[in-house]
């Protein structure tokens, strides 16, 4: 916009050339604006481009052309319009051409998808810790791993003395987060607790679940807390404690007087497909308000080679008698659509023609 000096000189040398002031400025009504600066007269129209000032009636203001538009309430045209610009929103610019929508920007890539971690063996038995006495129990966690445990105890010291009484696993299944970089070995595995899957085989072998009832009064059978694994070392890969090898009450038996839990990381394969317990940084658990005596030898019972607890086998009576730990590999097969060498590579066990996971 003109500044009012501008604009007053312009009219002055108007006056001159048409030959009366008066037609351009004498009836022009000026108000001194509220912050005092000086009044501005209407507009006077300015042709650009070099063209000289069309010569006029003095008398008659000069008509309004086309692309020139009024301010409402004044007499005089103001310079012509500039065409609006619509930005890619369809809002009215001030570029002076008609606008291209601006590109969109590339949709985020979706984000890596969860893969459960798979139970990938049999379990193979360890070596048993203790006897056979009392009765068998199977207990599995289907399609998950172990993560802790529940045990009962008898924290008298009559007749039977202190020993613990049962061992129920605690299970939990197992997601794959691969990492936002693509980087599969870089992939964490989380744990996601699961009751619902441990399942007690009843057969001609085992037994059910286990009772829960106290078989005899000299007997005291007392909960303790759950021990579960920590983050860092998700998984349970074994159990270790102090025990009696031969109860001093009981002839054939032992008595397990404590139990610590051995856990351990996980470590996913370059391919992103094998999950392995790492063979390093193992932790042995136990809670401090947990019952605990002390026993005549130690004993260690633990899965190797990446392997991982998926079930126990638990003889029991009146006391914990022994145990056997099954030990399972793992892995997180690719799902349908992600690229496969062959068919073990892939969740639904098909690798298709065109070398991706089928459905």
Sequence with gaps: MFRPNAVTSIAAGLCLLGGSCQALTGSVDVVTPPDGRAPMPDPVVIETGGTPVPETDARQPPAPSAGVIEVPGAGAPLLPAMPP??????????????????????????????????????ASDLERVGEEGGEPHLGVCEGGVVIGIRPTANPSE??????????????????????????????????????????????????????????????????????????????????????????????????????????????????????????LGHQLVARGDSFAADGAAEYASSCADGAVTTRMVLHAGFWLDGFVLGCSSLASPHLAGEPCADAGECQSGVCGADATCQP
């Design 85 to 122: 610009l619509n930005d890619a929103a369809g809002a009215v610019s001030d570029a002076g051409v008609p606008g291209e929508p601006d590109a969109a920007p590339p949709p985020p890539p979706p984000p890596p998808a969860l893969r459960p971690v798979l139970v990938a063996s049999a």
């Design 158 to 279: 009559e007749t039977f003395g202190q020993r613990v009484t049962f061992v129920e696993p605690l299970c939990g299944t197992l997601i794959l987060e691969p990492s936002s970089d693509g980087d599969l070995a870089s992939s964490r595995v989380s744990v996601a607790p699961d009751d619902a899957i441990l399942m007690w085989e009843e057969s001609d072998e085992f037994q059910g679940p286990p009772v829960t009832e106290v078989p005899d009064p000299r007997l005291v059978w007392v909960p303790q807390p759950p021990t579960v694994c920590p983050e860092a070392t998700p998984v349970l890969v074994g159990l270790a404690g102090e025990y009696d090898p031969a109860a001093p009450d009981s002839t054939g038996t032992s008595a397990i007087r404590s139990v610590v839990i051995e856990c351990a990381p996980l470590a996913v394969a370059p391919d992103g497909i094998e999950v392995r317990a790492s063979a």
